[in-house]
């Protein structure tokens, strides 16, 4: 077991250090962050020697190593918009980007698992067949295009719940939570719909054929025959088997889920790491780009050794496949 | 647990009782927040918004582009190169200090070391002071933009910003990337103090009891900006109630909003003149003015502003707008095919030509569309051109390095003049002196040259707008560049905030006379 551990967390290393140079790479062709930091008269020579100042002239290598030393010396840098080390803007946005992941989760979770697990029941029932149809369009219908419809009944025509931002957050210890007031809670609700309508149709699909395949399966045949009642079979021995696939998916569509608050953030102006990546692209602000696709990638990178480690831990069959 | 149910019970109550009665808030929505609390770091139109909320300038424009007192109650001309000004007494900085004629003359010294204003502040010798309350504002040549500059003059308290902060920096730098002193605090003369500010999320401004002038009707205590950059949201935020003003007003939402009861929009025509560039320097065809003509013939800059813009713009045959000192009424837009293609006859290039060109998809309202109707145009008289778009953080480099033989470009000039136009967009390219900075076509008239140098030093502004007229003619004439139209400027808000007196041509809304009813 502790081989296997070290094995991915050498993988893990290996990745992040792929990640910082593709980042690095790409920061020098998204544009130039001196023509946002300065007005358009100004002349040529100014600009020149702000980027000399910036250290934006020096050759890739060397710009690379250097920046490579401050990684490890843990400074990534500093943002050329916010004024601040990059690492200490990008922690500062982290609270809303992970409130409205966690939200989403919940709704996710809570909404995904009867219906899937009913629609597995019940395949030919009205109601299986309504939520089946609606998750394809579902699944086809662009976030930001949920999340302005959204915009558009909640908030422009039955004035219920707030367009944009986090409303009233409270800071405790530093973690500005929006889910401690009321009017934070309600300007979470409508971002957390549409970020959550990406994943539902998925999973609802996906809890129902696990389900189903499982109930086909010996044992529960075996169950019926011996006369279990029907919730036993349904939740105890059969729902059980259904979640292991579903937490493997769920951990990976935990990341996708972060990228895909880019959008949501950007349409409810929901200041989180999604919208302020947006923006550092629209400003070229490339260390705050740099910094955030290295601390997104060492998050992805984190949650799916974890969830590969727990794996291991539950399934010990995967730790052998492994060392082939 | 319990203790989680008592903090969120007094957040409750405090949440609903928490307004006070009378006080009047206004939640404010622009596309961008200012970068900096400081107002040398950055020449935009955003920082210029700021400064006339936390700083009063000498002297404002009005609506109808004079000139109206603030700081400098008047001004007379002593000589050729100098402007005596009048401070107002008894003015009150945010700090509590005394504003007097020490801090116009440190503010101008600062003005010519920012690197975003020296270039303004260039034909200026600096501040002379006569006493407490009168200063001669110096410069090193008769400057016929004097006042025009003097509106950009927003006096900073010279004893709140002089010593070093914490780290050991003195308060006085202008640090455009990195902490001082002056991105995270002011004291100003004007209406609003900044009391909280987080960057991109949130400034609060209160009103600043000690304002000395009592004879705003502004009525507002407290305004939160908060940029939402996404225009749908925006508009959203507006119709649902959850902001009372927004600022700028996407073009595809006049209706909506024009439609919505609770709401009021205004537009304004604007100074930003967006235009093409032929590079003359990459394509002998463009050397030819027949060629030019031609193209400009070719463009329908009005069916434009009515298709594309959807009459949200004036479509242009100059640089500078209505009001302006060379404003030329004669030139009008000439969309004419026919026209069109007998010039290229001429030319010998009824065949016509393949040519490249690269356009900003996010700088200006619909400049990807804009650019592709272009195209469309110039197919009609056999010109195929080739475009690429790109974001705007990309499109200036390219823009400079000329990778294109047709740039598209939109200018709105920093001194509210029309001598401004010219001096960046096409007087001949000059490294040493910087005019024709973004001149990518090329043009390069001496006469032109000569007469827009020589504007800047005529004081008698009757003479001086004739030269800027005959600049406006030529240019006209010679096709230069290919004119499209001036953008709308556009503001909206509740039906209680009464936006019509404080806006202005300039885009600088005067928030410390906004009446909230």
């Known amino acids: 077991m502790f081989a296997f551990i070290v094995r991915r967390v050498t993988q893990a290393v290996v990745v992040m250090l792929v990640i910082s140079l593709i980042g690095f790479a790409v920061k020098h062709q998204i544009g130039d962050p001196v023509r946002d930091i300065v007005g358009i008269s100004v002349s040529v020579a100014e600009r020149e020697a702000l980027r000399d100042k910036l250290g934006l002239n020096d050759p890739f290598l060397v710009q690379y190593v250097r920046f490579v030393k401050n990684v490890l010396r843990g400074d990534l840098g500093h943002s050329f918009f916010f004024k601040k080390p990059t690492l200490e803007v990008i922690l500062a946005k982290a609270p809303a980007t992970l409130e409205l992941v966690f939200a989403s989760s919940l709704i996710i979770i809570f909404i995904s698992i009867p ?68 009017n934070g809670l309600k300007h979470l609700l409508l971002p957390s719909i549409a970020l959550s309508s990406i994943m539902l149709p998925l999973f609802i699909r996906l809890i129902r054929a696990e389900m189903m395949e499982v109930l086909e399966t010996e044992y529960i045949k075996y169950g019926w025959a011996k006369g279990l009642s029907k919730w036993r079979i349904w939740f105890l021995h059969a729902f059980k088997n259904t979640l292991l696939p579903v937490i493997t998916v769920g951990g990976v569509q935990l990341g996708i889920l972060i990228a895909y608050t880019i959008l949501t953030e950007t349409v409810f102006q929901w200041q989180g790491m999604g919208f302020m990546f947006l923006e550092a692209v629209e400003r070229s602000d490339t260390s705050l780009l740099v910094a955030y696709m290295i601390a997104v990638g060492a998050l992805f990178v984190v949650v799916n050794t974890i969830v590969d480690i727990i794996y291991g831990l539950v399934n010990p069959t995967v730790r052998i496949t492994g060392k082939k | 647990m319990k203790k989680l149910v008592t903090v969120f019970l007094v957040l409750v109550v405090a949440l609903t009782f928490g307004t006070v009665a009378g006080a009047k808030t206004l939640k404010l929505a622009m596309d961008a927040d200012p970068v900096s609390l400081d107002p040398h770091v950055q020449l935009s139109g955003g920082m210029l918004q700021y400064s006339h909320m936390a700083f009063d300038p000498l002297l404002r424009w009005t609506k109808d582009m004079k000139f109206e007192p603030r700081l400098a109650t008047k001004w007379e001309r002593i000589d050729d190169n100098t402007m005596r000004f009048y401070l107002r007494k008894g003015v009150k900085f945010h700090s509590g200090n005394i504003f007097t004629a020490k801090d116009v003359k440190w503010t101008m010294e600062r003005l010519k070391e920012s690197q975003d204003f020296k270039g303004l502040f260039e034909p200026f010798e600096g501040v002379k002071i006569i006493d407490d309350y009168t200063v001669d504002i110096v410069t090193k040549k008769p400057y016929s933009l004097l006042l025009n500059m003097a509106t950009y003059i927003f006096p900073m308290d010279s004893d709140f910003y002089t010593g070093t902060d914490e780290s050991g920096q003195p308060k006085d730098a202008i640090v455009k990337i990195g902490p001082s002193f002056a991105l995270t605090h002011e004291s100003g003369t004007g209406p609003y103090r900044v009391t909280y500010r987080e ?11 000690d304002y000395w002038d009592k004879g705003s009707p502004g009525n507002v205590d407290t305004i939160t900006l908060t940029p939402i950059k996404n225009d749908a949201t925006r508009v959203a935020a507006l119709l649902s109630g959850d902001v009372d003003f927004i600022m700028p007003v996407p073009p595809q939402d006049y209706e909506r909003i024009g439609k919505d009861k609770n709401s009021q929009l205004i537009t304004m025509s604007g100074s930003r003149v967006i235009t093409v560039q032929l590079n003359q320097n990459r394509r002998p065809e463009f050397k030819d003015k027949r060629v030019r003509q031609a193209i400009v013939y070719a463009t329908n800059n009005v069916g434009i502003v009515d298709k594309i813009m959807k009459g949200t713009a004036t479509a242009a045959a100059q640089q500078a707008p209505e009001g302006f000192a060379g404003y030329d009424p004669s030139l009008k837009p000439r969309f004419d095919l026919k026209k069109a293609k007998e010039l290229m006859k001429e030319a010998g290039l009824e065949k016509g030509f393949e040519c490249t060109m690269i356009s900003p998809n996010n700088r200006y309202v619909n400049d990807e569309k804009i650019a592709e109707a272009f195209v469309a145009m110039m197919a009609k008289i056999n010109i195929k051109v080739n475009l690429k778009t790109m974001p705007k953080a990309q499109y200036w480099d390219q823009f400079d390095a000329q990778v294109a033989d047709i740039q598209l470009i939109g200018w709105h000039p920093d001194t509210e003049d029309s001598a401004n136009y010219s001096e960046f967009l096409v007087m001949c390219p000059n490294k040493e002196t910087g005019y024709g900075q973004y001149n990518s076509g090329n043009y390069c008239n001496p006469r032109v040259d000569e007469l827009v140098l020589a504007s800047q030093t005529e004081t008698d502004l009757k003479k001086r707008s004739e030269m800027l007229r005959e600049v406006e003619r030529i240019l006209y004439d010679d096709a230069a560049y290919v004119p499209f139209h001036w ?22 809304p005067y928030f410390g006379d906004l009446v909230v009813e």
Do not use: C
């Not at chain 1, 999340?147 to 367009?163: H, R």
């Not at chain 2, 960057?199 to 009891?209: D, I, P, Y």
């Not at chain 2, 953008?487 to 600088?508: C, D």
């Open chain 2, 199 to 209: 960057q991109g999320v949130k400034t609060v401004f209160e009103r600043f009891a």
């Open chain 1, 115 to 182: 219906i899937g697990i009913y629609a597995a029941i019940r395949p030919r029932n009205w109601f299986s067949r309504l939520t089946m149809g609606m998750s394809i369009v579902g699944v086809s219908i662009p976030v930001f295009l949920t999340a302005i419809l959204l915009i558009y009944i909640f908030s422009v025509e039955l004035q219920w719940l707030p367009s944009y931002g986090r409303g009233e957050t409270v800071n405790i210890h530093g973690w500005d939570s929006g889910l401690l007031t009321l």
């Open chain 2, 487 to 508: 953008q709308n400027l556009s503001w909206a808000g509740k039906n209680n905030v009464r936006l019509e007196p404080i806006v202005n041509v300039m885009n600088f």
